[in-house]
């Protein structure tokens, strides 16, 4: 009766003992990848860019051989054409079009004078057959014109680009993305000044997240340094 005891009571330990291990074995580990959402510093850690095609037209391969040159003369990223090297993706899709704007300009101006005028009188007297008559006539007219006319028509070649573009991390995440378009710039076409437009915002946005990062802690002055 005593050994049945003994194992009851060690049985219930053992399952005790059970229920309590259970909980913090079933704790799940924080993950060590974050979400792009969650971390807006992700773009920091972008050093290296794969810039994938952004079409097989002539003006899709023109702005993303531009939107390269751009990228590495900005001297922040390197491009690499390895796609497994990179920290990021950038992907895109570019348009280009071209408008006839048609600007049209007329002004006249014309001025008119006219005038006249007439006067005329007779004076007379016969008596027994003999009189004297007179008389006397005058008049006037004038008239002046003057009119100018200017016109001229002409028609502008306006040429517009629009590049959307995002960097993909390597978990497939958007942690960028922009949108520009452009008319031209005074020594660039549209489609090379959109392209560089493009790099400036994306290196304005980084500026910014680097100015907000908070600053390193100053480290605790070692026993060597303490008095």
Known sequence: MLGLLLSTVMLMQVAAGSQTATPAANQEKPTANSNADDDPSALLKVKRIFVESFGED???????????????????????????????????????????????????????????????????????????????????????????SDSS????????????????????????TTTQESKGAKYKGASADVADECVRQLLRDVEKLEAARPSSATPAPTAEHQH
């Open 58 to 148: 002539v003006t899709s391969r023109e702005l993303q051989s531009m939107i390269v040159s751009s990228l590495v003369a900005s001297k922040r990223f390197k491009v690499t054409e390895n796609r497994e090297r990179a920290d990021a993706l950038l992907k895109g899709v570019a348009l280009e079009k071209t408008s006839q704007e048609v600007h049209a300009y007329g002004e006249a101006t014309s001025v008119g004078v006219a005038s006249g005028g007439s006067h005329g009188e007779i004076n007379g007297s016969i008596v027994n057959g003999n009189g004297t008559v007179s008389g006397s006539s005058s008049g006037g007219f004038g008239a002046r014109h003057m009119g100018t």
């Open 153 to 176: 028509l002409n028609t502008e070649t306006v040429n517009e680009a629009r590049v959307a573009i995002r960097l993909v991390n390597r978990d497939g995440d958007v942690i960028w």
